[in-house]
């Protein structure tokens, strides 16, 4: 499914609780109201000015740390403020122009949520216990309650999605802040949802929000199975993201190559959400080095997909993810108050800002991208080129990670839009290490 919308949509994807310096951690809270959700308004014109129109918020709901342990989905977390903070930062956005999108976590919920504790108080007599999947078997009133939890996670109770209750919860909750304004949501986990739960959920929600749209969270490769069974319009392009940050940093473009192959079979059915960063993952520019950064953006804007932009990669900032409690905190750093101004950046922060400012231009004038199929013309372990086409309408990007010149023949290229390329007659001229896309036609 797709609304038309989402063709021209490029998204900046934002950690709110890390971005406006929130405690994150339990310990650090002291439970009063902190209005900090307004910190992020500043940074509009900067998603505006890149050439994006679109802001991804990650979790916002009440929570006990990260924000993936709901404790209300009807609440704005009291550490970045109340529900007219949010209002008003979708209300701002919409008038630049700016396209919001929330992060709902409906595959489980914070083992503090009220509604679990009471069904550990009250056992199976519990107005909510049919939310969750609870093995009642043994149970009697004073034993811990035997829940299913997310991937080993205890504090991260599972929802019960054969359950009606659950059901009627995720789609208040959806409708309830589409109403608000936002347009449309990221489901987290969606993998661990079973398809035909959001084949219920979503057409409810279509009936009054018919032009929202949803993306779901899919680890282990995209699916085109998954999404005509759960009608969710798009899922996240992990498989392309491996392939373009493990091809770049390995010297493999091989691998690059094959995930772009991989990647033109899922559009017969969907519309992919591509990136090279996220809230999750190791930085690109820690993940492949910063000089490497727009080889792999280059990738990102040329393929098809509705692509997003990590907040912060487009200056080339660096973190690594670690496996430890906390590890998550590095890729999710406090924001200044403001954007920085060209002139306040380093050269290589002020290159990487250019080069994404290129890149989405690039995107911008060739809107046809969203869809179109990438043939890999010609690939080695340090080159690899790529023609991404509809009818006459072409681009072509041309990857250099090795150390010798790269020169590309008989690609009718006439324009160089982005890169340290230059044209010698129908040749394509890489240098050491370099990147270009150029345009078959002068009038992109």
């Known amino acids: 499914m797709s609304t038309d919308w989402t063709d021209h949509v490029i998204w900046w994807h934002t950690y709110p609780l890390g971005f406006v310096g929130a405690p994150i951690h339990v310990e650090q809270r002291d439970g009063a109201v902190a209005h900090r959700l307004g910190a992020m308004e500043p940074w509009l014109d900067h998603i505006v000015e890149l050439g994006l129109n679109g802001l991804i918020l990650g979790p916002v709901f009440a929570s006990t740390s990260h924000g993936y342990d709901t404790l209300d989905h009807f609440a704005i977390d009291d550490r970045l403020g109340d529900e007219s ?7 701002t956005a919409r008038e630049k122009g700016v396209r919001v999108l929330l992060d709902g976590v409906f595959n489980h919920v914070g083992r503090q949520h009220p509604w679990f504790l009471d069904v550990e108080a009250n056992g199976p007599d519990s107005p909510h216990a049919g939310l969750f999947r609870i093995d009642w078997q043994g149970w009697t009133p004073g034993d811990p309650v035997k829940s299913d939890v997310f991937e080993g996670h205890d504090i991260l109770v599972a929802l019960d999605h054969e359950s009606a209750q659950v059901e009627d919860l995720v789609v208040d909750v959806m409708t309830y802040w589409l109403d608000r304004g936002i347009d449309g949501w990221r489901l987290d986990a969606a993998y661990s949802v079973p398809p035909a739960f959001w084949a219920r959920v979503l057409p409810r929600v279509r009936e009054r929000h018919p032009d929202a749209w949803f993306t779901g969270e899919v680890i282990h490769g995209a699916d085109v199975d998954f999404v005509a069974r759960s009608t969710i319009d798009s899922l996240t392009q992990y498989e392309l993201w491996q392939g373009i940050w493990h091809g770049i940093a390995d010297g493999n473009l091989f691998e690059l190559g094959h995930a772009i192959g991989r990647h033109n079979t899922l559009l017969a059915e969907y519309v992919p959400s591509t990136f090279v ?7 690109i520019a820690s ?16 393929v098809a997909g509705v692509p997003s932009v990590y907040a912060g990669d487009e200056f080339g900032w660096e973190a690594v993810k670690e496996q430890r409690i906390g590890g998550d905190d590095a890729i999710r750093p406090a924001f200044p108050a403001r954007p920085p101004l060209d002139a306040e950046l380093d050269e290589p922060s002020a290159a990487l800002l250019h080069t994404h400012r290129q890149l989405i231009g690039v995107r911008r004038r060739h809107p046809w991208l969203v869809r179109a199929h990438s043939d890999v013309v010609d690939v080695a372990n340090g080159t690899l080129i790529v023609r991404t086409a509809v009818g006459a309408d072409a681009v072509i990007t041309a990857l250099n990670i090795s150390d ?9 290229a006439n324009e160089l839009v982005a890169g340290d390329a230059a044209l010698d007659g129908d040749h394509i001229v890489v240098p050491a290490g370099g990147w270009a896309v150029v345009s078959t036609e002068r009038s992109a």
């Open 85 to 91: 903070d949010l209002v008003h930062l979708v209300d």
């Open 277 to 283: 960063g996220n809230h999750d993952v190791t930085r």
């Open 287 to 302: 993940a492949i080095g910063a000089d490497r950064v727009g080889h792999a953006v280059a990738v990102l804007f040329t």
């Open 404 to 412: 010798a010149e790269l020169r590309v023949p008989g690609t009718a």
